[in-house]
């Protein structure tokens, strides 16, 4: 099973994808969360094997938040999904070891597709594990 944070501001959005990543199979949603400092401690709780960020949070910054991914939780994929995916943006997120980036206003079904791609890997590879 393929663990999923989602860090995002927007309700609405969170609803989506909530609902999108519901019917990916092999993929849970064990968290969420609008700000920095519960994304912190859903990390803690949870190590998810991907996480969701929103660059700009309700309290604090996506940018912190990925931060300390890189620097606590290595091996989470972090996926960013913003609405300000200006070139400079882009690069200081490929710098902290971002592994996508989506631009909110195209990215949904990429990255709805993406998961779901993501999801069926992390199967395979476990019923190969097995054999």
Same mark, same amino acid.
């Given at each position: 099973?393929?663990?999923?944070?989602?860090?995002?501001?927007?309700? *609405?959005?969170?609803?989506?994808?909530?609902?999108? *990543?519901? +019917?990916?199979?092999?993929?849970?949603?064990?968290? %969420?969360?609008?700000?920095?400092?519960? =994304?912190?401690?859903? $990390? %803690?709780?949870?190590?998810?094997?991907? #996480? *969701? *960020?929103? $660059?700009?949070?309700?309290?604090?910054?996506? $940018?912190?938040?990925? +931060?300390?991914? &890189?620097?606590? /939780?290595?091996? @989470?994929?972090?996926?960013?999904? @913003?609405? /300000? =995916?200006? %070139? +400079? /943006?882009?690069? &200081?997120?490929? =710098?902290?070891?971002?592994? /996508? !980036? !989506?631009?909110?206003?195209?990215?949904?079904? #990429?990255?709805?597709?993406?998961? #779901?791609?993501?999801? &069926?890997?992390? #199967?395979?590879?476990?019923?190969?594990?097995?054999?």
């Amino acid at each position: 099973m393929m663990t999923i944070l989602l860090v995002e501001d927007s309700r *609405i959005l969170r609803d989506r994808l909530r609902s999108c *990543i519901g +019917e990916i199979p092999n993929a849970l949603l064990v968290a %969420e969360t609008d700000n920095e400092e519960g =994304a912190r401690g859903h $990390l %803690e709780r949870h190590r998810p094997d991907v #996480a *969701i *960020i929103d $660059l700009r949070l309700n309290g604090g910054s996506g $940018l912190s938040v990925i +931060e300390h991914i &890189k620097a606590v /939780y290595a091996a @989470t994929t972090m996926i960013v999904l @913003t609405n /300000y =995916a200006q %070139e +400079e /943006y882009q690069a &200081k997120c490929k =710098a902290l070891g971002v592994h /996508y !980036f !989506f631009d909110k206003a195209k990215g949904n079904a #990429a990255i709805t597709n993406l998961l #779901a791609d993501m999801s &069926k890997s992390k #199967a395979d590879e476990a019923s190969h594990s097995l054999n």
